[in-house]
């Protein structure tokens, strides 16, 4: 059930339940980028994209009132105790994704569309097939399957399809692959649904739903190490270079190359709190922002000594380091915690 | 001058174009009316390819032809059976489709022969004026008994088909449905205001449907009823719910139950999984579909023999149209209500749902004196909303509102009628229709007392299809992607 993957989202400690939420919709706002990244769930983030709130919201209220969640203070939630139990048998039992990261770095959606198409077209040509219902009928997906298509011969297309798509499933799990390939649409071939996968592999649907979609990122992931393979084309053009918006990614290189913020700001004609913003999206999304360009050893070194007794990053109050540096702003502080995240 | 089509050039071209020797009763007339400039109401019944007449005169006529279509999925299912076909140059405007594929596509609509759109999106500016621009063969209404039937408190959108059609430059215009009373018929051409529109119009009885009425006990009996039958009664099937969820439930049940092969389809699913189920159905994988309403309106499969409404259908326009889909091929069908005294409430309170008092009304009206812009937060909301933009009073929506639920009440009974009278099924049905019944033989209708005769109607189930076990993954790839493996 869709309520066991909320469930897993929580831990003892209480979450911003709204912002968990936000992470897996992919909501890129700092302000929740930062509560994916101090609850250890950025991997996740975009995962449940098209998911209204309120089914999460719904989800929620469920799991309060079957007391596996309860609400410390408003807006927050963590696990009771029947709440850890039922935590760890899901663990034991529910799919969980592993490259679902791949959500932030390229259109998965939108090749997982193309994608299918293209199997379809390539599988339906190999058996001299042109009569046949398209998976989809939205047609920038078909244009740019038949522009993909065209140069190839059938009959060198099908075995390069089945090279390719074998060398992938082969690094899979026997179950992962008969899921990838039974859920395919191809000749004499409607493919089976969440529902009948389900049946078949003695799963949920939404696990097949949740283990479909991790594919399709294993895929892409598997995809971007072959650039080689013939369905490399389809994806390249939805790949992107940074998990940052186009937008940071500007602010961040005119940063890099030693303007001030201020600077900045007037260049791109950005506000100053936008060029912040940027940066610190930037600082969670990436491994190696210089942290030292904008945070002092003096000011790292008084913010260590205010938290040096509370572990708990995401907890930290700006005003409690604002009455023992009232010089700091709330932009150097967020920056601290994200350093501190970063290189726990 | 247009050129006159002769009926021996006709027949040359459907042989040509789509390798049939003869056009379907109601095909020719309507053609050869709208090659020769007419309007025309098609009242044909299901299974005569409705779609083709379109089609043909699509590939005849210079310009672009317009179906203004009510689902998404059955755009869907209309442009893939159009791309099956071999037609390339067809598309569905929907709100699935993203801005800039939207754009591009106004942007090339002189490249498109046929182009599918909700009477919604024909009303954008975008879309009227890209359209204004673009010579038009033919506007199709399909589904047209939506005017009347959805109009009034659904899709408001319908009642302005009328005025979106002038705005086209009045096109050539071919209004399509399977079922329409005289009423339905009235409504459709004074709303288009195609007032010398030739009428064809041809009779909804279909002999090779056997009709078949349960009258149940308890929801218990019906489950049993509804096995028994899956299970005796040759395939495939379709069951008609009123409800996803019971679709969903009586789908687990019958999986659990039987060794039938068993699929659900909703609205609730994904695109992707309906497209597998309805692929799955045609391709003969599936013996049974548990569906909603939302199953089958662009199902062009021959051999469904049984189709059984768990619930009832909510009119008997309806009624005919789902049970429609069963024996398209020509062959014996049969088609079952399965019913409970008391059912007729859950038809109640769906229409109930579309319902609004006078003084609801007047508040939306108030609310939207108060606020023109604000933003609607449910389904009755947005459809008095679309009363008020466009000038509407409150007395003249409180009249049509009670008018409209007047009329379903009247189609409750009627469908009632049909349920617990004594005589002829088909007898009553047709004359619903003002149209004249055939002599009453055996295999015309189950009368009270009568058993099903399964046998002499040639439909007793023959053994289940053995299921040979899924392969692995290998010899699967190995199937799609290799030849002759």
């Not at chain 2, 999986?255 to 994904?270: I, M, N, S």
């Amino acid at each position: 059930m869709f309520t066991d993957y909320v469930l897993l989202m929580f831990t003892t400690a209480p979450r911003r339940a709204k912002a968990v939420f936000n992470v897996l919709r992919g909501r890129r706002t700092v302000s929740t980028l930062f509560a994916g990244l101090t609850y250890g769930c950025l991997d996740l983030l975009d995962g449940w994209h098209g998911v209204a709130l309120d089914r999460f919201l719904v989800a929620a209220d469920q799991l309060v009132k079957d007391e596996l969640l309860t609400a410390p203070r408003e807006g927050y939630l963590q696990l009771t105790p029947a709440g850890v139990r039922r935590q760890r048998e899901l663990r034991q039992t529910r799919y969980w994704p592993t490259a679902w990261r791949e959500f932030q770095t390229a259109d998965v959606r939108r090749f997982t569309q193309v994608s299918r198409l293209a199997l379809q077209v390539g599988s339906e040509a190999v058996h001299g097939q042109s009569r046949y219902y398209p998976v989809t009928t939205n047609p920038s997906i078909q244009i740019r399957v038949k522009k993909w298509f065209r140069p190839w011969a059938a009959s060198e297309l099908g075995p390069a399809l089945y090279a390719s798509l074998h060398a992938f499933l082969a690094s899979l799990t026997v179950a992962q692959a008969e899921v990838f390939v039974r859920s395919l649409t191809g000749f004499e071939h409607p493919g089976q649904t969440d529902q009948q996968l389900a049946t078949e592999q003695k799963r949920l649907p939404v696990e097949m739903l949740v283990m479909r979609k991790d594919l399709m990122c294993q895929w892409v992931r598997w995809l971007k190490a072959h650039p080689q393979d013939p369905l490399w084309p389809l994806l390249a053009p939805l790949v992107k270079t940074s998990a940052v918006s186009k937008s940071a990614q500007q602010t961040y290189a005119a940063f890099l190359q030693h303007g001030t913020l201020s600077e900045i700001a007037t260049v791109r004609h950005l506000k100053l709190s936008t060029v912040r913003e940027h940066l610190l999206e930037v600082a969670i999304l990436t491994a190696d922002f210089p942290f030292a360009r904008l945070l002092s050893d003096a000011q790292c070194a008084q913010l260590a000594t205010i938290f040096a007794a509370d572990p708990n990053i995401a907890d930290w109050q700006f005003s409690t380091a604002q009455a023992q540096a009232p010089d700091l702003d709330f932009f150097e502080f967020r920056l601290y915690q994200i350093m501190r995240c970063q290189h726990a | 001058m247009p050129k006159t089509w002769t009926k021996a050039e006709l027949r040359q071209l459907l042989k040509r174009k789509y390798g049939f020797d003869q056009f379907r009763p109601g095909q020719l007339p309507v053609i050869q009316d709208l090659l020769a400039g007419q309007d025309v109401l098609a009242v044909l019944p299901t299974g005569t390819g409705k779609s083709l007449i379109y089609q043909f005169v699509g590939t005849v006529l210079p310009g672009i032809v317009v179906v203004v279509s009510p689902l998404i999925s059955l755009m869907q299912d209309q442009v893939a059976r159009l791309n099956y076909q071999g037609e390339k140059a067809v598309a569905a405007l929907t709100s699935q489709v993203d801005y800039g594929a939207r754009l591009r596509l106004l942007g090339q609509l002189n490249r498109l022969k046929f182009l599918f759109v909700s009477p919604e999106m024909l009303g954008q500016p975008a879309v009227l004026s890209a359209l204004r621009a673009t010579p038009i063969s033919l506007l199709v209404i399909d589904e047209a008994h939506c005017i009347s039937t959805w109009g009034p408190d659904f899709r408001p959108d319908y009642r302005d088909l009328g005025h979106l059609r002038h705005q086209l430059g009045d096109p050539r215009t071919l209004m399509l449905t399977a079922t329409a009373t005289e009423q339905v018929q009235h409504d459709i051409v004074s709303l288009l205001a195609v007032p010398t529109a030739h009428r064809v119009i041809y009779s909804v009885d279909r002999p090779n449907i056997y009709l078949s009425v349960a009258q149940l006990e308890s929801e218990a009996a019906k489950r049993e009823r509804l096995r028994q039958l899956l299970t005796t009664v040759t395939g495939p099937s379709i069951v008609y719910f009123s409800s996803k969820r019971q679709t969903e439930l009586i789908t687990d049940w019958l999986q659990t139950e039987t060794t039938l092969r068993v699929a659900a389809y909703h609205a609730g699913l994904t695109a992707e999984d309906r497209y597998k189920v309805q692929q799955q159905f045609m391709a003969g994988d599936l013996d049974v579909i548990c569906a909603t309403s939302a199953f089958g309106m662009g199902i062009n499969k021959g051999d469904i023999r049984m189709v059984i409404h768990y619930h009832l259908p909510t009119t008997l326009a309806d009624y005919v149209q789902e049970i429609g889909r069963a024996g398209r091929d020509g062959q014996q069908a049969v088609a079952v209500i399965l019913y409970v005294p008391g059912d007729e409430n859950l038809v109640r309170n769906l229409n109930a749902l579309t319902a609004a008092t006078p003084s609801e009304i007047e508040q939306s009206y108030q609310r939207y004196q108060a606020q023109p812009n604000r933003t609607v937060d449910s389904e009755m909301e947005r459809v008095l909303t679309a009363y008020w933009q466009r000038g509407a009073t409150v007395a003249a929506v409180t009249t049509q509102f009670a008018n409209r639920q007047l009329a379903k009440e009247r189609e409750l009974q009627s469908l009632l009628q049909y349920v617990t009278t004594k005589d002829c099924r088909r007898a009553l049905l047709l004359a619903h229709f003002k149209e004249q019944a055939p002599q009453h033989t055996a295999s015309c209708c189950q009368l009270p007392g009568e058993p099903l005769p399964v046998k002499a109607l040639g439909l007793d189930r023959a053994q289940d299809v053995k299921l040979a076990p899924p392969s692995g993954w290998e010899p699967t790839l190995a199937k799609l992607f290799l030849p002759n493996s």
